[in-house]
Antibody, heavy 122, light 107 residues
């Protein structure tokens, strides 16, 4: 059974930093493209960024609102995905989900974690 | 980026009735369109991809259709567990983008 468990959320002041983790199990993590998707309170879903598998060069890509501030990385030896968030803004407040890319397309999200809440407020 | 527009924002349906949800893309996404279901306090659930292919374990009462810019999700006979918010998502162009959601509520 695929499981994704996010952690690391919390309250942070504007301009601060936070690192989220996503522990994966039940599938071959090293083969998977992984994404972060967020959802502001009461709002819809917004793709944040993704990291390819190392076999597919391990490249990262980001949505415009977070480019240059957020960094996605992975540790395949620990089956863990990370999201380093710097220079946080109030508009980054959201539940952050990690999601697996489907075997047919990396931007198709077939499994999701339960999410972790990030609140950016002074 | 491609803008996805869903309608209606809220759909009131009685249990057992059919629900039809629409999703429009600002430019063609071919058949690279997915649907997700989200219940309060839960993560999204993967329902349909390729505009019409049900994901593993999804009941046959869920069906998708369309191509290009116009797509439809149909729930043939609403069950109590189907009342939720539904999102469409295009994955034809980078970045992947979602619609704003349609809430299916009990009439």
């Amino acid at each position: 059974e695929v499981q994704l468990v996010e952690s690391g959320g919390g309250l942070v002041k504007p301009g601060g930093s936070l690192r989220l983790s996503c522990a994966a199990s039940g599938f071959i993590f090293s083969n998977a493209w992984m994404s972060w998707v967020r959802q502001a309170p009461g709002k819809g879903l917004e793709w944040v960024g993704r990291i390819k598998s190392k076999a597919d060069d391990g490249a990262t890509g980001y949505a415009a609102p977070v480019e240059g501030r957020f960094t996605i990385s992975r540790d395949d030896s620990k089956n863990t995905l990370y999201l380093q968030m710097n220079s946080l803004k109030t508009e980054d407040t959201a539940v952050y989900y990690c999601a697996t890319g489907h075997v047919t397309h990396g931007y198709l999200f077939d499994y999701w974690g339960q999410g972790t809440l990030v609140t950016v407020s002074s | 980026e491609i803008v996805m527009t869903q309608s209606p924002a809220t759909l009131s349906v009685s249990p057992g009735e059919r629900a039809t949800l629409s999703c429009r893309a600002s430019q063609s996404v071919s058949s690279n369109l997915a649907w997700y279901q989200q219940k309060p306090g839960q993560a999204p659930r993967f329902l349909i991809y390729g505009a019409s292919t049900r994901a593993t374990g999804i009941p046959a009462r869920f069906s998708g259709s369309g191509s290009g810019t116009e797509f439809t999700l149909t729930i043939s006979s609403l069950q109590s567990e189907d009342f939720a918010v539904y999102y469409c998502q295009q994955y034809n162009n980078w970045p992947p983008t979602f619609g704003q959601g349609t809430k299916v509520e009990i009439k």
